[in-house]
């Protein structure tokens, strides 16, 4: 009996230190969370859920999205596990422009992270905003998740850091949607700003629409950390990093700060080409927009 209650513990105590994925598929809100507890939330005493733990996002993703191909469809977890993960954090770190070119995607090949804000205070983003459910779609054409409008962003650029770089941003409302926007980004050409100012456009129009409550899906981590935890650290320092140096796209975050005041924002994170649709056409948009015009 003894050896029975050991061998059960073991891999609990074997993923303790790890880094786990907690994919809902069917529950109050489907998605990836990085902990138990969130998991737990959306699954508890909810009719027929189905849920998940796995050691990579990639795989959390595609259990979500109907179960991961090849393999034997995975049971759902018991909800009364004998342990619980470690709760993991990410340092958050101010994102270099890139100074390579870009896939033929538009989107950037990899991210650098320099030292900024690899202080005391860590977010966990990942954790806050790694959840996707389908919204619903209402007779004004918006996208509602609950009282909430929803709203895709995503920016590119190719030649990244070049002097013949192009950027371009995209903000997708739905199919069809007459808000749908594809433009080339004004001045500097980097990746990192067309993603910021697609958050800005869409807030712009989300405004323009008497929108109060807009959840905004993008794939930019930077922009998420950014505007939801670094800024207040580069007010306070007079726009200076951790380091001291200056932060990069200070203006373009002024911006968005500015712009998020007076209305209340979800930021979420979506994984980037994975599948869902509103990324999928954000990307589009964005890419069309960088073959367009300077303006």
Request: aromatic share 10%; charged share 25%.
């Amino acid at each position: 009996m003894l050896r029975w209650f050991v061998a059960l513990l073991s891999p609990c105590f074997a993923t303790k230190a790890g880094s786990m994925f907690y994919a809902v598929r069917s529950g109050r809100r489907t998605g990836v969370y990085r902990t138990w507890a969130e998991c737990q939330e959306q699954v508890n005493k909810f009719p027929s859920a189905s849920f998940k733990k796995f050691a990579s996002e990639k795989d959390a993703w595609a259990f979500v999205r109907g179960g991961l191909s090849g393999q034997q469809q995975p049971q759902p977890e018991l909800a009364g596990a004998l342990c619980l993960p470690a709760v993991t954090q990410e340092n958050g770190s101010q994102r270099e422009e890139l100074n390579s070119l870009c896939c033929t995607t538009c989107k950037r090949p990899y991210e650098q992270s320099t030292n900024e804000e690899q202080v005391a205070k860590r977010v966990k983003h990942d954790e806050l905003f790694s959840t996707y459910s389908t919204p619903t779609v209402s007779e004004d054409k918006f996208s509602y998740m609950g009282d909430f409008v929803v709203v895709y962003t995503d920016g590119c650029c190719s030649g990244n850091g070049r002097n013949r770089a192009r950027a371009g941003i995209g903000v997708y409302w739905g199919p069809g949607h007459p808000l749908n926007t594809s433009e080339r980004l004004p001045g500097r050409q980097t990746n990192q700003r067309a993603e910021i100012h697609a958050a800005c456009k869409a807030i712009e129009q989300a405004k323009s629409q008497n929108i109060k409550k807009l959840i905004i899906y993008t794939d930019s981590k930077f922009t998420i950390n950014g505007i939801t935890s670094w800024v207040d650290n580069w007010k306070t320092n007079g726009w200076r990093t951790s380091s001291g140096g200056s932060v990069i796209n200070k203006e373009d975050f002024e911006r968005l700060d500015k712009l998020s005041k007076d209305i209340e924002i979800q930021w979420m994170h979506i994984p980037g080409h994975a599948g869902f649709q509103g990324n999928e056409e954000a990307d589009r948009l964005a890419r069309e927009g960088a073959c367009k015009q300077k303006c």
